[in-house]
Structure formats: C-alpha cells, structure tokens
C-alpha cells in the first residue's frame, strides 16, 4: 500500500484527469486511482488478472475504469493524451510510446532498471520540455512487452 500511495501521490491528480495506468493487476491502483480523478484505462496483459479486476470494478461500481488486454509498454493511443501515467511493472527503459502519449503538461511515474532492483523515475512533460526526477530504489515485477522485458 506505502508505494501505491507513493506513486498515486506523485501524480498531483486534482480530479479532472484522464489517467493511463500500465499493469492492472489486482485492480488496487486503478480503484484508488478512480477515486482521485475523472476516468481511468488501464491496461494488463495477464487474461486472469483482468478477469478478476473487471469484476472487481463491477461488483463496486467503478465505472469510470476502462480496462483492456494488451502490451501495456504501447500504451493506448486511442484515448491519448493522458494528464498522467503510471506503470506498474519494472522495465529496462522509458517506452516512449507513452511518453508520446502523455498530455503537455503531464507526469509519468515509472520504475526502471535491470530486473533486479529499479529507480523509480517521475517524467515531466511540461511546454515541450522532457525532465527525468529519480524518486526511490524500487522492486517491481518485469515489464513485459515490445518496449519493456521479453518474456
């Protein structure tokens, strides 16, 4: 919980954003996250664990949560841009699709690194210009996808 609120937190959400989030898991972040701004998509790329976070979303009538099966290191371009992003999952590198797809001004969190141990990185994307802040040493799982770990 300490670093969903932490990484929810560096997000500055004021209520009126349209969130991306990359790794739906059980469904916590993108509940809390549907709480604190005006729609969510959210995108994992296990069928079970949508499964169960769909129905989770149902059952307590979060409806302002869209989410879909996919590789979430393309984000999902249909509904850019986003006024933040969050992900998840450790990867190797920034995917810029989703730097790409973040609005101007917006702000990505997201952990990075090898797949041991990770720096998780805010990105600022503020009148064209790119800043990279480092936050904390993290331990994600692996971000799987054309733009994150193979599997």
């Not at 797949?115 to 799982?141: C, M, N, P, Y």
Request: charged residues 20%; glycine residues 10%.
């Amino acid at each position: 919980p300490y670093i969903v609120a932490f990484m929810t937190q560096v997000l500055q959400l004021q209520g009126h954003e349209k969130v991306l989030e990359i790794g739906t898991g059980s469904g916590y972040q993108a509940a809390i996250l549907s709480r604190l701004c005006e729609r969510v998509y959210t995108i994992e790329r296990m069928n079970t664990l949508l499964a169960g976070a769909r129905k989770i979303f149902g059952a307590l009538r979060y409806y302002n949560i869209v989410a879909k099966l996919d590789d979430g290191t393309l984000g999902w371009p249909d509904f850019a841009p986003y006024d933040a992003i969050i992900v998840t999952a450790g990867g190797p590198e920034i995917p810029t699709p989703l730097v790409e797809q973040l609005a101007d001004p917006g702000r990505l969190v997201i952990p990075v690194g090898d797949q041991d141990v990770q720096e998780l990185h805010l990105v600022t994307k503020d009148q064209g210009q790119i800043t990279i802040d480092h936050l904390a040493s993290v331990r994600f799982v692996d971000l799987i996808g054309e733009h994150g770990w193979s599997k």
